[in-house]
């Protein structure tokens, strides 16, 4: 009787401890927690165990037993009767008559009894219940983890598929740029080859997110070219160039350009130097390149100092075209006030004199230029008179101005002699037309123009990206909810973690803390170094699914990365607003030493 | 003789009191029974019911059945104490030749053996209570002289609830001296046929005696010695705790309608009934079921009513019934068990 009552409260421990069990897996399964699902057979366990102890803690006594054997055999309590006399007469003999009456008839009873109808019943409803439990736990263990929808849906997973695309086409035609060595001819043809692949890629279709990868690893390629001037080992010679330039107010703004890598900028200059009218300043400015040129040779920047160089060359170069334009400049200006000018004639004189005033505001190539087809066209209207008269002026500059500011004597003889004879007079016009249509532009800004463009193509082609992808995630979202992600789900179960389908691939592992899966996850998807894994800040985080949009770059950490900020790459290098922001700033002059003191790191 | 064979004789000789008083009552069973109970239980009976459903007449037939001293007292507000216990009066002292006078002791009506005690209460309380004290004292003192009634000792009174005005309600501390209080159905349709057939024809012969003294003495002595099991008793005992409005395991319904439940007294009558009602059906212990046959007649007297109970209607019986379903006669464990196997 006993042993069946424990039996009966083991498997009443049991059912509690199922029911408990599968309503954990169920909580399990829906929060997506494998470990509390795990958790349910030691609840059934831990059920047994407690059903055990209350039934040994709940042993029926003999008196109780002698109740329930008089109930179910329906003697009057006259077992219970007997067990109690039992009790308290030890030994049969001492018993009273009506005690030994009531002895004789309990045993009567219980030799009479029908014993199936003595035994305490063991399967009760909650007992014939635990198979039914059992199988339902097993179902809740073994059911796959539920998915858990995605809020923003499969961001990055949905395909893009762009015809025509813009920008990329500035990126690929780096390919047909100069590059400064053989070293970044490579860079620059990986460079534009990355972005035509893309191009086509996107024609075809690709997923949002490797666009997106390959269009950043595009820009940061492009952004570190743009550094590559001076950069590494170069940075001191670089710096020590431009240092020196920015001691000379004349070279100080392009000694800023190229401390900031703004060669552009940095040519721009030099240029307006170049065409600058007083020589005293053309002569201080190219001291100046030379002294820059032995800082960074000093420094041991080749690069730079090479870079330097072929500035200065084309300073020469442009000091020399605008003293040529300005002498004669100067010569025209005596052949004016003769009898019988046509208008176009005075026309063509008031734009050369317009044109030197425009080159003498602002002394760059486009000015010069300008100049120079205005006087070509006011050479071809001059009579054969007054072009001799033209180059006895000359003759008279190149003797009176020898050795003075402002023209070049040779330069002005040359042209005298040219303008004597009208083979002569043909061939100055011919080099004024030429002039006017030279490029003068340095090789480093070409480049540095080129890189810029490129990385105004990438530009457009990101939000291109981005606007595209807007567009089709509108579209994808719902059928991400209702079709793709319930493929995905299925995958998931196979992959380890719901929503990350791993193709061909078992139960994922080995990941997070809390990823109890047994596989591992080598499929087709390569394998990843974490120093290559980047994320945007404030990531939406969600358990069992992909981060939502928040993968965007798959590219090595480099020094002076921040969240919102692309690094330079080395412990040696800063971006060019990282130093001298105080200078650069718009603080007062007045002020700055306190502004930098009080920016100063302790 | 053994025990067994005691209690078979006993079950015998009950079985014959039935059967000859049953030749005169008609129907009535349970009140028969529930007479007998009180008669081997060595208690009294109070019999409550309209007049002419046969209570005298059931008494009546009952002492001639039985070997025993029969006497009835007609209870009246002029009833004195003296006409139930008796009184000493003057006589002419026999041994004195001078003639002389003596006071000698007049027997009451009490001092029969089997005592009805007619309509108990249109007597005023004095007289009722002078009954009470022969009752629980089996005897009575008359002028200092105390007088041992003989046993066996069984008193039915008989109470009508109808025509209260001119009557003394029996106060319940009175009450409470009765083993039983027995209510006394109106007849069926048949039984009240019967009735008639039986009455209005000749009169019926006189019973012959079936139990004699000395066997009502033994059976009552067999009654005491009926064993009960702790749980029965323990069972007597929470019953008569339940029906305590103070005590925590009332039933709601006592709370409402009782002022006072039943007391000790009622927890003995419940056990000595229960036995009695053992004894009668031959078995040799008492049982679960023998204390609730025997809770409505043991204990409906010893509940008094409060104002809501007695506004409301509700009677004795009524919150017996509700004691026997609140109160679990068996431990929780096997009462748990008992559900589950039905």
């Given at each position: 009787m006993r042993r069946r009552l424990l039996l009966r409260s083991s498997l009443s421990g049991a059912s509690v401890g199922l029911l408990a069990g599968l309503a954990v897996a169920g909580v399990g399964w829906y929060v997506h927690h494998e470990t509390l699902r795990l958790v349910a057979p030691a609840l059934a366990c831990t059920g047994v165990l407690v059903g055990a102890l209350a039934g040994a803690k709940k042993r029926w006594s003999d008196d109780d037993i002698a109740l329930f054997l008089d109930e179910r055999l329906d003697s009057g309590e006259v077992i219970a009767t007997a067990r109690e006399t039992e009790n308290r007469v030890q030994d049969a003999s001492n018993a009273t008559e009506a005690e030994q009456s009531v002895l004789q008839r309990a045993a009567e009873v219980l030799a009479k009894a029908d014993r199936k109808k003595t035994r305490a019943r063991v399967f009760r409803r909650r007992e014939l219940a635990l198979p039914a439990l059992v199988a339902g736990l097993v179902f809740a263990i073994r059911v796959p983890l539920r998915t858990i929808p995605?809020?923003?849906?499969?961001e990055g997973k949905a395909e893009l598929k762009i015809t025509e695309i813009r920008g990329l086409e500035k990126v690929a035609r780096l390919s047909k740029a100069s590059a400064r060595d053989a070293a970044q001819r490579d860079r620059l043809d990986k460079i534009a080859k990355d972005a035509q692949q893309l191009k086509e890629d996107l024609a075809r279709g690709i997923e949002k997110r490797d666009a997106q990868d390959r269009m950043a690893r595009i820009k940061d390629a492009l952004r570190e070219e743009k550094l590559s001037l001076g950069s590494g080992d170069e940075r001191s010679g670089l710096d020590a160039a431009a240092k020196t330039l920015e001691s000379e107010d004349l070279t100080k703004e392009a000694g800023r350009a190229l401390g900031d890598h703004d060669l552009e900028k940095f040519d721009d200059e030099m240029e307006k130097l170049a065409n600058r009218r007083e020589k005293e300043d053309r002569e201080a400015a190219k001291k100046k390149l030379d002294e820059a040129i032995d800082a960074a040779k000093r420094s041991g920047s080749k690069g730079v100092s090479r870079a330097l160089e072929e500035e200065k060359k084309k300073m020469e170069a442009r000091e020399k075209r605008g003293a040529l334009l300005r002498e004669l400049a100067q010569g025209l200006e005596s052949t004016e006030g003769g009898s019988g000018q046509d208008e176009d004639k005075k026309e063509a004189m008031d734009q050369v004199k317009e044109r030197q005033r425009a080159f003498d505001q602002k002394p760059d190539d486009a000015s010069a230029q300008k100049l120079a087809e205005a006087m070509g066209k006011a050479l071809e209207k001059l009579t054969p008179e007054e072009r001799k008269r033209l180059a006895d002026r000359m003759r008279e500059l190149s003797k009176g101005k020898k050795?003075?500011?402002?023209?070049?004597p040779e330069g002005a003889k040359d042209l005298a002699e040219e303008l004597s004879t009208p083979e002569g007079q043909k061939e100055l016009e011919r080099k004024l037309k030429e002039l006017a249509k030279e490029d003068d532009e340095s090789e480093e800004s070409k480049r540095d123009r080129n890189l810029d463009e490129a990385e105004d193509g990438a530009k457009d082609a990101e939000k291109d990206l981005r606007r595209h992808g807007e567009g089709q995630q509108g579209q994808q979202g719902q059928q991400g909810q209702q079709g793709q992600q319930g493929q995905q789900g299925q995958q998931g179960q196979q992959g380890g973690l719901a929503g990350i389908p791993i193709p061909g691939k078992e139960n994922g592992g080995g990941g997070h803390h809390e990823d109890q899966g047994t596989g591992d996850h080598r499929g087709e998807t390569a394998e990843q170094k974490a120093a290559m894994l980047k994320s945007r800040a404030n990531p939406k985080m969600q358990r069992g699914a992909a981060n939502s949009g928040t993968i965007t770059v798959f590219s090595q950490g480099r020094a002076g990365d921040t969240a919102n900020h692309r690094g330079t790459g080395d412990l040696t290098t800063v971006g060019p607003r990282e130093v001298d922001a105080v200078e650069r700033s718009e603080v007062p002059e007045e002020y700055r030493d306190q502004v930098r003191q009080y920016f100063e790191p302790k | 003789m053994t025990f067994e064979e005691s209690i078979g004789n006993a079950k015998n000789a009950v079985a014959t009191l039935k059967q000859a008083v049953g030749r005169v009552i008609v129907g009535q069973s349970n009140v028969v029974e529930e007479v007998i109970w009180g008669l081997v239980a060595g208690g009294h009976v109070l019999l409550e019911g309209a007049p002419g459903l046969g209570k005298t007449l059931l008494v009546r037939v009952l002492a001639e059945t039985l070997d025993l001293r029969f006497s009835r007292i007609q209870f009246t507000?002029?009833?004195m104490p003296s006409d139930v216990t008796g009184t000493n009066v003057l006589i002419l002292d026999p041994k004195d030749r001078t003639g002389g006078s003596m006071f000698a002791f007049q027997r009451g009506?009490?001092?029969?053996?089997?005592?009805l005690a007619d309509e108990i209460n249109r007597a005023t309380p004095k007289t009722q209570s002078a009954l009470l004290e022969a009752m629980a004292e089996h005897a009575v003192t008359v002028a200092g002289t105390r007088h041992v009634l003989e046993q066996p000792f069984f008193v039915l009174a008989t109470e009508n609830p109808?025509?209260?005005?001119?009557t003394y309600t029996l106060p319940e501390a009175q009450l409470d001296r009765f083993l039983l209080k027995i209510m006394v159905p109106s007849p069926s349709e048949d039984e009240l046929v019967e009735v008639l057939s039986r009455t209005t024809g000749r009169a019926i012969d006189t019973q012959a005696k079936v139990l004699t003294r000395d066997g009502v003495l033994s059976l009552r002595a067999l009654c005491r010695d009926i064993p009960v099991a702790e749980p029965i008793s323990r069972y007597a005992a929470r019953l008569v705790r339940a029906s305590d409005p103070t005590d925590p395991s009332a039933p709601p319904i006592v709370k409402r309608a009782l002022r006072y439940g039943a007391g000790v007294r009622g927890a003995q009558s419940l056990i000595l009934a229960a036995k009695a009602a053992a004894l009668t059906e031959g078995r040799v212990n008492v049982s679960f079921q023998d204390i609730a046959r025997v809770a409505k007649p043991a204990l409906r007297h010893r509940m008094i009513r409060g104002f809501e109970g007695e506004a409301d209607g509700i009677t004795t019986d009524a919150i017996v019934d509700a004691l026997l379903t609140h109160v679990e006669a068996r431990p929780s464990n096997v009462a748990r068990e008992r559900e589950a196997a039905k």
């Open positions: 995605v809020a923003h849906g499969e050795g003075k500011q402002a023209g070049d | 507000p002029d009833l009506p009490i001092f029969g053996q089997i005592v109808i025509e209260m005005e001119g």
